[in-house]
């Protein structure tokens, strides 16, 4: 699984599972792009991560925004001279009834679930396909099959992402590019076991989804491509 030199561009770095797969990132030799909206937390995973400045480059900005991610493309390809991995783990949620969800909190749900991942591949796409060789994988809800009541909004975004992220899927696949999107239900983290005390299964931790997503960004996982990935947790019996 050499991904030694690589160029990964991580978007939600400073989020639930950015630290994670940041980490699983850095330690296969992948050189790091980690884009977030608080410095603080983006300064304090790089001092984390212990990895030198050649490797790692910090970057605030609002994926929502085209004109970021195009002012962060070409940051990229000035500081490391390509770019080869694209992993779009940004997101947020909100539910209310459906009657009651304004249409500022259905504007929010699009630009940070859906919009985000369409200015960080429109972006980025030219560079991956410049090499011959690219991946792109993004994060949605194990959610979007079987929608609960009352989050309508993040729901109907995050299907929109996957069906995105499949349509690019289809373009590129003879660019030497891959576009997965991995679903993930309940992400094993202390915030999230504090608004769910009941659960007792399905939990997956933020560790297990970086290596998923480190396995499809391998050669050995080239040959995936299109596919949308449950990561669902353990479940137990009873």
């Not at 491509?225 to 947790?233: K, L, Y």
Request: charged share 20%; hydrophobic share 45%.
């Amino acid at each position: 699984m050499a991904l030694t030199n690589k160029v990964a561009v991580l978007i939600g770095a400073s989020g639930q599972l950015g630290p994670a797969v940041a980490a699983a990132f850095a330690h296969a030799g992948v050189k790091l792009v980690l884009v977030g909206t608080r410095q603080d937390k983006l300064d304090s995973l790089h001092q984390a991560l212990g990895f030198r400045e050649t490797r790692v480059f910090v970057r605030v900005a609002d994926a929502s925004r085209a004109t970021a991610m195009q002012e962060l493309a070409e940051m990229v390809k000035t500081k490391f001279g390509r770019a080869d991995i694209l992993l779009h783990t940004a997101g947020t949620f909100r539910g209310a009834p459906f009657e009651e969800t304004s249409a500022e909190v259905w504007q929010e749900m699009l630009d940070m679930n859906l919009l985000s991942a369409v200015n960080s591949m429109r972006a980025f796409l030219p560079l991956l396909t410049a090499n011959g060789w690219g991946r792109i994988l993004t994060v949605s809800s194990g959610l979007t099959q079987s929608p609960p009541p009352n989050i309508s909004a993040y729901v109907t975004a995050k299907a929109a992402l996957e069906t995105m992220t499949l349509a690019v899927a289809k373009e590129v696949q003879d660019k030497g590019v891959t576009a997965n999107v991995v679903l993930v239900r309940s992400l094993d983290t202390p915030s999230e076991r504090a608004k769910q005390p009941n659960k007792t299964s399905g939990w997956v931790k933020p560790a297990d989804v970086a290596a998923t997503l480190l396995f499809l960004c391998s050669e050995e996982g080239g040959a995936i491509t299109g596919a949308r990935i449950p990561v669902f947790g353990e479940i137990k019996p009873g």
